[in-house]
């Protein structure tokens, strides 16, 4: 296990009960999602131009701006499903630009394919490998990625999205859904993101536990303090550092 130092600022004990099932956040928690979202519109937008060459002409970046505000204010319901939006998107371009609409499912695809390309941090291989012997292990996101379809899915028990939750992060359902999957009370389930807001706050306001992952490409993004004075752990750089603090409390 690669040793890292701990913030200095840390308690000097576990502040609740350990916790013996771990929920995780996915995007920019185990890999950084920026660079796959790009690759995959880059390989839909190749595909458009091969298959439906109006419909890449249509779709600029006003046109999808438009369009999704339009399927918002349609379909408030849904604004959770990222997938929905995406999809939709697609098809209202299509009948737009004259191209056949039932074809958006198939470049719907292409695009959820080459999302799943991803690149995982450093870390997140050997901690979720050490994690997984110990703690029962949920993926828990409000994107489309699939941890099997990223190769990761031998080290989680079971994985909660929003798309088919009907609820995003922060919405406590999201989280009691990921402590169900587990077979453990709230209270004995650790939650580790990168978002103060939607992970932190959220996970403590739904009765878990949480761990702040702020790491560096990440860090200008909130302030230190960002999830306020009463969480008692300050952030993590990496899960290597989150595993010595577990493996030494």
């Known amino acids: 296990m690669t040793s890292r130092a701990l913030p200095s600022s840390l308690p000097a004990r576990w502040p609740h009960e350990p916790p013996v099932a771990i929920s995780i956040d996915l995007d920019d928690t185990l890999w950084p999602v920026t660079p796959t979202l790009i690759a995959a519109e880059a390989e839909l937008t190749q595909w458009l131009l091969e298959h439906a060459p109006g419909t890449a002409a ?14 918002l204010t349609r379909h408030p319901e849904r604004a959770h499903d990222l997938t929905f939006l995406r999809r939709e998107g697609i098809r209202q371009a299509m ?23 991803v690149q995982c941090f450093e870390d997140v291989r050997p901690v979720l490998q ?3 012997s110990r703690y029962r292990l949920i993926a828990l996101t409000n994107g489309n990625a699939d ?4 190769g990761l899915g031998e080290y989680f028990h079971g994985s909660v999205d929003a798309a ?14 990921a402590c169900e999957l587990a077979g453990v009370p709230a209270h004995r389930v650790l939650h580790v993101g ?7 706050r959220g996970a403590q306001a739904a009765g878990l536990q949480a ?5 560096s490409m990440f860090a200008h993004r ?26 030494a409390h």
Do not use: N, Y
């Open 211 to 215: 761990a702040w992952l702020r790491r």
């Open 95 to 117: 009948q737009t630009a004259g191209d056949p609409t039932h074809r958006a499912e198939e470049a719907f695809e292409v695009f959820l394919a080459a999302r799943q390309k």
């Open 58 to 71: 249509c779709m600029t970046p006003e046109f999808r701006a438009s369009t999704r505000k339009a399927l």
């Open 147 to 150: 941890v099997h379809r990223v």
């Open 164 to 177: 088919s939750m009907g609820c995003a992060k922060p919405d406590p359902r999201i989280f009691a859904r």
């Open 222 to 247: 909130h302030g230190t303090d960002a999830c306020g004075e009463d969480h008692p752990l300050p952030p993590f750089e990496d899960l290597h550092a989150l595993e010595s603090w577990l493996q």
């Open 130 to 132: 050490q994690w997984a």
């Open 194 to 200: 990168d978002d103060p807001h939607l992970d932190v």
